[in-house]
Structure formats: structure tokens, C-alpha cells
């Protein structure tokens, strides 16, 4: 396995705006050095106490455990108008409203990568493929755009020839446009049926090498953020919640229909029994944890409509107090929501199919500050620990996918976080370098 940099300007085969960033006011109150694959990577504590939690070690997993990164083609592509592809509903947006999208004029290009190839060196690659590429026009009855075919058969292939397995997420955030223009995209009950046609087009075409599908993406953000604050497209401040429970159970909970009533869409019954148990597994995606305030009365004026459906409020802190060590950082979260999701949805299938914190980019900082993410590191052991331990506690948890391979386009904050395993120079022809965060990646995948 190798997970080797590459600026090849050379085709061959590329590829929530909750902001996860840690904020190192005081590090380092204690280092440690954490072994992997056979290479010592010494890492700052901000917590001593932390120093068993990074101890966990890749064969500490299950074997056919997953460990994979994750992207998302509206981020990483560009490539905006190549080979016939229709406008989606993030291109359109990022250039009508500049205000809401920092950075807008670079969310074309992306990082270029639908023109690179990335040699990634894990188990597992997440990526999603463009709904407008595959149908420029939103439409089956538009064409099936065989240019695009051919493009994701080669990304696909390589990967497999590559030993690594690739996982598709269907809409990464990118509905077309012509869609939201046609009929308002999400509120209109036409958009089940073209969202069936467009996955049954990648069904048929890649089905038979893709065999982990990832249907819609954080739909509770695309909801909050889409429909409530305005801060994503269409940028309305409609009302509009879903939850996980009609996958398990076929309907909405009793709690849910009785506070959002005659807003909340119906099931048919055909529609109940289809929807019953009809999942292979959950992806949750996970970087921080807050709070929630019992809110029997909720209030109009201090409270967003989602939170007044709920009778509950979202609250950063508790009596002044954040969650997590350093600000943010809570991995119990993560046990507690993974134990809770097999008690409440009968022990399913899960995966990490994001997890991951971003630096602040400061372009005037020295490259090697910029390539040394040990926080990010200590960031994704503590987190694996978690997983570790609730799979100990019978959850089925059966991958992780680190978010993300490459820095990229982060919505509505643009360029300003880091995330990558590896290092993007904007400046020079979209540069890629691997942060220290990807050599330990390498090295704690050999299994040794
Ligand atoms: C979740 C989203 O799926 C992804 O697109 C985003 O970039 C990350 N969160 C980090 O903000």
C-alpha cells in the first residue's frame, strides 16, 4: 500500500458547513510518541490523559474492517463545464451569491482533481459522482452524457485495480439546477422519481464493480442549511427536517407528526413497506457533539423552526462549558452516538463515513508548520479509539473514512480550513504535498 503525492497535471483518473476545527489556544502540555507501521511519530497532547486513548492501533480492528478517505466531487473536480456537464445547484449559487460563499470564484476550478491522478494507498476511497455530469439536464429523458461514463468507468477500474474499494455517494450537495428550476428541486415529490432514474443509471452502469452505494449526504444539514439559515442553495428559509427513523421503522415518528403536522409530507402505504428495513447500513458522519435544551415552550422569536418542531434547542455549551478537549474535539460522542444508534435502530451496519478536522489556512505561515498536522492525528486516534471501543460493545461499525484526502472547497467557507492529508498550494497549480497526517496514515494501514 503507498500513499505517495502526486502534482501530475497527467489524466489518468481523479476522482456541511459546521465548521470542525480545532483551536490549539494552549498545546502541548504533554508529547508522545505514537508507533505505526513501524515509524515513530511523536504528536502534542493538549491533554496528558489523552496519551492511552492514541494508543489504538489499526490491528486493533476487525479484519475486513474498512479504513478509507473520503471527498466529494463538487469540492475536489472543477472542471465545471467538461465533457457536456450541466450546472448544479452549488455552482450556481457560489456565483449568484458572492456574499454567502467565501472564495466563490475559486469553487469552479476546485483542486482540479477530475484531471489528476492521485495514488491513494487505502482500503477504500469515498467519492461522490456528479448528478450533472452522468445527466446534464437533471433528467433521464435529457441523455445519458457517455463522456462522463467512460470517465468514472476508468476512476472506477483504477481503483480496483488498485485494491482499493470504492464507495459512491450518489448527491454530495449537488442537485442540478435545472431541476431546482423545474420544480424546486427537493420540496417536490418529482425529484423522488428523478433521483430513482439517476441512481438507477449508476446502478446499472458501475454496479457491478461499485458495490457500497451512500445515497444522500448529511441530508439534515442540506435541509437546515438549504431551507433555514440560507447559508446553501436554493438559500430559502422554508421549513423542512427528515430523520433517520422512516429508513428503520417505514414513517415518521409519532413525536415528529404531531409537532410538524400538516407540513410533514405523507408516506403512502406502498411507500412505508418499500422504505421498511431498506438500507445495507447507515454512514454517519461525526467531527463534533453539542447540546440539546428541553424546550416544552418554544419560542418563536429566540428559536429557528427546526428547533421549535423538535421542542428542543441546539446549544454550544452547557453553563459555559464546551464539549470536547480541545474545543470540539469529543470523541465520547461518537461511542455514545454509535451505541445509541444500535439500540434505537436494531444494531445495523455502520460506517465513519466522515470524520475529520480542519487548520486554519494562513498563507503566510512557513510550509512546514502547514505540512505538520500532528493535531490532526491525535484528532483521528482518539476518534478510532471510540469506534474501537463500541465495536467492543457490539456495534457493527465496518469502516472509517477520514475527511479528506486532499484540502478543498469547504462551501460557504471556502479555502479557509484545511483539511487535507494533503497540503493544496492554490498558488502553484493546485501543488499537492502530504502532511505529516498522511505519512502516518500510510504507515498505520501496514499491517505489521
Ligand atoms: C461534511 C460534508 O459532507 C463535507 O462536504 C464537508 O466538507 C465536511 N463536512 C467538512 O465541513
Redesign the pocket.
Known sequence: MTLSPSNWPKKLFTS???I?VLVFLSVASSTLEAAAGGSTFELELPDAAQSEEIKVKSTDFPGDFVFGVAT?AA?TEGAPKADGKGQSVWEYFAAHFPGIVKDNTKFPDGIDSYNRYMDLGVGSYRFSIPWTRILPSGALSGGVNQKAVDHYNSLINELIKNGIKPSVTIL??DLPQALEEKYGGYLNRSFVNDFRDYSDVLFKTFGDRVKHWVTI??PKVLALYGYENGWAPPGCTRRSIRFTEPLVFGDYPKSMKESVKERLPAFTEEEKTALTGSFDFLGI?Y?LSGFARNEPNPSPEAMLPHEIDAKASDQVAKNGVVLGNPLGSYPEGLQKLLEYTKTKYQNPNIYIA?NGVGGFRNDTMPLEVVLNDGFKIVYILRHLNAISKAIKNGVKVKGYYI?TLLD?F??GTGLMFQ?GLYNIDFNDNFKRMPRLSAKWYQAYLQKT
Open positions: 456541511t458547513t459546521v470542525h466529494s469540492q454530495h450537495f449526504n448529511e458522519n467531527y466522515e475527511w478543498d469547504e462551501w483539511y
